[in-house]
């Protein structure tokens, strides 16, 4: 319990699943569908507690914003929420495997991370692990929690139970709750959930509210029908892609003339009237033109390229598919043309045209065609073999001579002299890793991860605690920071902001402090020199 004071108690009536009401609802129309080559016809896809609240402000670790949150007192509940995930592990893509499981089951409790998504009337929409419909009780659980807050005239936002954090989000009519012991920060639950409501607003636009204020019983599932492997490809991606917290995007390496030839044939379809043509490999970009005046948040780039890859039925021919991009517009379709050239390589041209097939399709074979007589295609997967910036191939920064990073220098807060980096094991200094965000660009680059992080535990390990400094970098309450050094038993991490980039290393736990501060004056070197490789300088800069 913590000691901090606290506003008085208030008690939650017992919770029953008798809040939920399984009353089968009337569906709108499924804007999932998709139209594959020529075809216009579009295919379906207890007891009592106690809990003491007190504002966000009265706990520096807890929401900045007003809103309540909540440390449990009641001992059963407590036990119910700890037992959901104490030695389970969230490393599995997807749930059909154990869609049978429900809130009774062992191994559902076993879960590490939950994400659930509700209604305000309490019906399940989606859950991470488990049978939604299984789950009618425990969302009505959740609701009624989310409703009492409300009816009192606040809103919960975080409920503590031991290790746990119960985080909620409300959108409108649409609840959204991640339950976790991973130690992730709050800002950061709460970004994975934004994201994740983004996902359901790519798939039906924020229109379907409109359904809740006719029917408050209206149920949404079925409108979501067949796309759980989407929303689990982005549940798995909050464990392994910065895109998901730096709130940027990241582009495959490429010869500054590759790019540009990519560049010049997607400008011309541009300027036919498509809102935006986007050249993709995986999840990195190769080209991205907007039409004048027209700007792609990095959000909606990642929720696009998820929802893309994530859909099987893409790959096997080419697809024209509503889509809503939330930053753009959250009210609107517009239609994504979506065609792979190779297992890795794809194109999506964005139209606000629905019959618009026919001339995206010929724009797709003009762009096919010069994109393989420039040798691009060829180049794109030259580029995914080599993979990207290694710190074993960090150049030494030139002793003497102007440095193009000027003013931009990272100095010792001592008078010690800087000593000569010691080799160690990943690069100088035993230098493990870095990501460098651009600010202006809003693109990043990460780079490969050496020996020392080779197994998928080691990564995601490092990604969670580049996740914690990011959060703590751009703390509003006792920051924002310019610098920041940490060292515990697994790395020495070095966070460095200025007005132009972020960059965070990940060094040697023995690595010593002057050595990391001269290794990353390096690496930022290294970035500025190859840039033009590794960004697209030409993209516009987004103001959001």
Not at 231 to 246: D, E
Request: with cysteine; net charge negative; charged share 20%.
């Amino acid at each position: 319990m913590s000691s901090e004071s606290h506003s008085d108690q208030f008690h939650l009536p017992t919770l029953t699943s008798s809040l939920f009401d399984p009353e089968e609802d009337s569906s709108i129309h499924d804007p999932n569908g998709v139209v594959h080559g020529s075809s216009s016809a579009h295919s379906q896809p207890s007891d009592d507690v106690s809990i003491r609240a007190h504002t966000a402000s009265s706990q520096p670790s807890t929401p900045s914003s007003s809103g309540y949150v909540a440390e449990i007192e009641d001992v059963a509940l407590q036990n119910e929420i700890q037992e959901l995930s104490i030695h389970g592990d969230d490393q599995y893509i997807g749930k059909p495997h154990r869609s049978d499981e429900d809130d009774a089951s062992i191994s559902w409790r076993k879960r590490k991370k939950h994400f659930f998504v509700l209604s305000h009337s309490g019906k399940p929409i989606y859950s991470r692990y488990g049978d939604e419909h299984k789950l009618a009780g425990f969302s009505a659980t959740l609701q009624a929690i989310i409703s009492f807050v409300e009816n009192g005239g606040d809103r919960v936002k975080l409920v503590r139970a031991g290790k746990h954090q119960v985080v909620f989000l409300v959108k409108g009519p649409i609840y959204l709750v991640c339950i976790s012991c991973t130690e992730e920060p709050y800002e950061s639950l709460v970004e994975q959930l934004e994201l994740i409501y983004g996902q359901m607003i790519v798939i039906l636009t924020k229109a379907v509210n409109k359904c809740f204020e006719k029917n408050p019983k209206f149920d949404m599932t079925p409108l979501l029908g067949g796309t759980d492997i989407v929303f689990s490809s982005l549940i798995h991606s909050f464990s392994w892609n910065p895109a998901t917290f730096l709130h940027a995007y990241t582009c495959l390496p490429l010869a500054y003339a590759t790019r540009q030839a990519a560049d010049a044939i997607l400008q011309d379809v541009a300027d036919s009237g498509v809102l935006f043509a986007i050249l993709m490999c995986r999840h990195k970009v190769i080209s991205l033109v907007g039409a004048q005046k027209a700007t792609l948040h990095p959000d909606d780039m990642l929720l696009l390229a998820n929802f893309v890859m994530s859909s099987e039925s893409f790959r096997t021919s080419e697809s024209f598919s509503p889509v809503c991009l939330p930053r753009y517009n959250s009210l609107a379709f517009m239609y994504a043309y979506i065609h792979y050239f190779d297992a890795d390589t794809y194109l999506m041209l964005l139209t606000t045209s629905s019959d618009a097939f026919y001339h995206l399709k010929d724009c797709r074979i003009h762009i096919e065609m010069v994109l393989l007589k420039s040798n691009v295609l060829s180049e794109v997967q030259r580029s995914l073999l080599d993979g990207g910036m290694r710190v074993e191939d960090l150049p030494p920064l030139p002793r003497f001579g102007s440095s193009q990073l000027g003013q931009n220098r990272l100095q010792l807060d001592s008078p010690d002299r800087l000593r000569e980096p010691n080799s160690g094991i990943g690069g100088d200094a035993g230098l493990w890793h870095f990501l460098y965000r651009s600010i202006y660009l809003d693109q990043y680059v990460s780079s490969e991860f050496s020996s020392p992080i080779n197994t998928p535990q080691q990564q995601k390990r490092l990604y969670r605690a580049y996740q914690k400094f990011f959060v703590s970098m751009h703390d509003k309450g006792i920051g924002p920071h310019k610098t920041q050094f940490r060292r515990d038993e697994n790395y020495v991490l070095l966070c460095w902001v200025t007005q132009d980039f972020e960059l965070y290393a990940a060094f040697d736990p023995l690595a010593d402090k002057a050595s990391a501060i001269k290794t990353c004056n390096r690496v930022c070197q290294w970035v500025k020199d190859v840039e033009n490789e590794i960004f697209l300088i030409g993209a516009t800069p987004y103001s959001w």
